[in-house]
T-cell receptor, first 111, second 115 residues
């Protein structure tokens, strides 16, 4: 089955740095979601986006719904140790209930 | 509010054996999902239930996988017989409303290793 392309695949950053990651698709989506997954746990929803061009924040996290409807972006400002994990994007097409997940971006914070 | 419960958390079996996973969704959630997450990949939907009816099982390998949600509450996913490529984390999620896919809440998953 299709998976959305996420980049980068992994990131190694220092505490306090800002983080940017993106998710792209060859298909148009009408909903974009960003999840975080920690070891041994299921994904937890961070931000949901429903409109092209929409910019939504959740604390230090900001996500954007690309205007082409084929991409989305997630930024984390001033990273802290608890930001460590794998970040997944997920999209839903119009008229289809199923979520398609990305390949994930693994974030590691170097002490 | 209690979250989605799954058991067992870990299972190791040999190929060609059978295995079953159990999921208890959040109380009152009508929609239940089973996902397969292979190491290094995102979750892939296997089957979606609305109450005790199947909404989507298009990606379920029906020759070896089966799932049921007889009373519209908890659910079991079975693999018989298991293959090496079935090694993965099996995630259960539930949602109060099938129209709002963004309201899915995931359980901790069952990690299956097939030897």
């Amino acid at each position: 089955g299709q998976q959305l392309n996420q980049s980068p695949q992994s990131m190694f950053i220092q505490e306090g740095e800002d983080v940017s990651m993106n998710c792209t698709s060859s298909s148009i989506f009408n909903t974009w979601l960003w999840y975080k997954q920690e070891p041994g746990e299921g994904p937890v929803l961070l931000i949901a986006l429903y409109k092209a061009g929409e910019l939504t924040s959740n604390g230090r996290l900001t996500a954007q719904f690309g205007i082409t409807r084929k991409d989305s972006f997630l930024n984390i400002s001033a990273s802290i140790p608890s930001d460590v994990g794998i970040y997944f994007c997920a999209g839903r097409r119009f008229g289809n209930e199923k979520l398609t997940f990305g390949t994930g971006t693994r974030l590691t914070i170097i002490p | 509010e209690a979250g989605v419960a799954q058991s067992p958390r870990y299972k190791i079996i040999e190929k060609r054996q059978s295995v079953a996973f159990w999921c208890n969704p959040i109380s009152g959630h009508a929609t239940l999902y089973w996902y397969q997450q292979i190491l290094g990949q995102g979750p892939k939907l296997l089957i979606q239930f609305q109450n005790n009816g199947v909404v989507d099982d298009s990606q379920l390998p029906k020759d070896r996988f089966s799932a049921e949600r007889l009373k519209g509450v908890d659910s079991t996913l079975k693999i018989q017989p298991a293959k090496l490529e079935d090694s993965a984390v099996y995630l259960c999620a539930s949602s109060p409303d099938r129209a709002r896919t963004d309201t899915q809440y995931f359980g901790p998953g069952t990690r299956l290793t097939v030897l």
